[in-house]
């Protein structure tokens, strides 16, 4: 019997995800925030109460967290202020990806403990994940693995162009 051919999708960024190791109890969230926004810590922008950051693990490229700079794990922990300013981050965050990158859907959103999915409990974070209409395949459902087409590297250089005024669209009324 002759042998089947095989293609190999190589993502060798991915074998950090898949050894990782749980090294400290530290919130990967505060730690990156208490640096200055770059490609290392995928910080693209961060004020006195909101930051957003790309996702290390995407599910698809250019997925954006939205997070509160304050470490909370319940809605209701946040001040009545900070809750409208993350909803003011999440719809300019998205405006400033879909300004970069061309995509046919979005799902937004958040999960709120371990049982909803959240992979980091302990930090409230909304998910931006674009969707492509052409981007479904049966590679997650078969093999349990996700392409993912581009770098966290190349993403972040085209978003921080424009997260680089994202400052003054905070400001916007």
């Known amino acids: 019997m002759k042998p089947q051919k095989r293609d190999n999708l ?33 910080v693209l922008y961060k004020d006195a109460s909101v930051a957003v950051i ?6 698809n490229p250019y997925h954006l967290l939205v997070i509160p700079r304050a470490h909370a794990a319940d809605l209701g922990d946040l001040p009545a202020e900070v809750s409208a300013r993350l909803a003011k981050c999440v719809q300019k965050a998205y ?30 974070h909304w998910h931006i994940v674009p969707r492509w209409n052409s981007d479904t395949n049966f590679m997650p459902i078969l093999a349990e693995t996700k392409a993912i087409p581009t770098h966290n590297a190349k993403v972040y250089e085209s978003l921080s162009k424009v997260f680089d005024s994202f400052a003054d669209r905070m400001a916007e009324d």
């Open 95 to 124: 405006e400033a990806v879909r300004e970069v990158v061309r995509f046919d859907g979005a799902n937004i959103g958040i999960n709120l403990g371990t049982a909803a999915g959240a992979g980091i409990p302990g930090h409230l």
């Open 54 to 59: 790309m996702n290390k693990f995407p599910y």
């Open 10 to 42: 190589w993502a060798p960024w991915r074998l950090e995800y898949i050894h990782k190791k749980k090294l400290s109890d530290a919130c990967p969230f505060c730690t990156a925030l208490k640096q200055k926004p770059s490609v290392k810590n995928l």
